[in-house]
């Protein structure tokens, strides 16, 4: 295992002509460092998990009601808008809750598994900062804090890797935003539910002011933007796994 988690070559090659004896020293201090499962703390949360209660960052085994479609969606142009919105806020919010149940559920696992043991030595690693954290998933002194903190940033990058391999299905011209590529890209979601958009249009402030106003239009969450490219999300109830990629294999 290297010292410092990098994966720049020539940064390695310097490192190893350094030497860093204060480094190494404190690195071997925290990883003589013995800990233990708090039993009294696991009981706790495991039977808030079994009952489904939200507690310490863990969220409830219950998800947000998606809103109900307005009657005149099919006529109010701004009453189906403001309905996407909040229907992609519910879906956003509940695969967030999702995830996050999925990560207390391996660390809690892993907690009943350790229980009884008197010690627990980690080791640990450095990223590029100089910040030391331990090696091992899920089960250490810093998960509450670290994989809590970096859950939205791990489904983002879920998203971004598959947008990765996606085309642009929309394009923004030099008309600008119309409401036909509003109903397109309206559409596209619909079907895809993340989907990337070409935006031609004069300078990045310009740019992104379309973007902005798309997003905002069709009730989407952007994912990234690179140059002209704009990825949006938007979960859909009903979608269709042969169409969707988020289900759908690529």
Known sequence: MDLVKQKNKQFKRELENFDMPEVYSAINIMQSTPFKVNKFVLNVMQKAWDNGDAIGGMPPNRNLDIPNKPHDIETNKDS???????????HTENARMFSKRLLYAKIIWLAQKFKDYATLYYPLQFDFRGRAYPKSDFLHPQTAANENHNLENRLLKQYRAIAHKL??????????????IETELDRALTDHELVKVKVSVGDREARDAVIEQLVTSCGAELVQKI???????R????????????QRPL
């Not at 085309?167 to 036909?180: E, R």
């Not at 979960?235 to 988020?246: F, G, V």
Request: glycine share 12%; proline share 5%; aromatic share 2%.
């Open 80 to 90: 189906r808008r403001d309905w996407k919105r909040r229907a992609v806020i519910a």
């Open 235 to 246: 979960h859909s109830e009903n979608a269709d796994p042969r169409k969707s990629n988020l």
């Open 227 to 233: 140059g002209h490219t704009a990825t949006l999300l």
């Open 167 to 180: 085309h642009p299905i929309v394009t923004v011209g030099g008309q600008g935003l119309t409401s036909g």
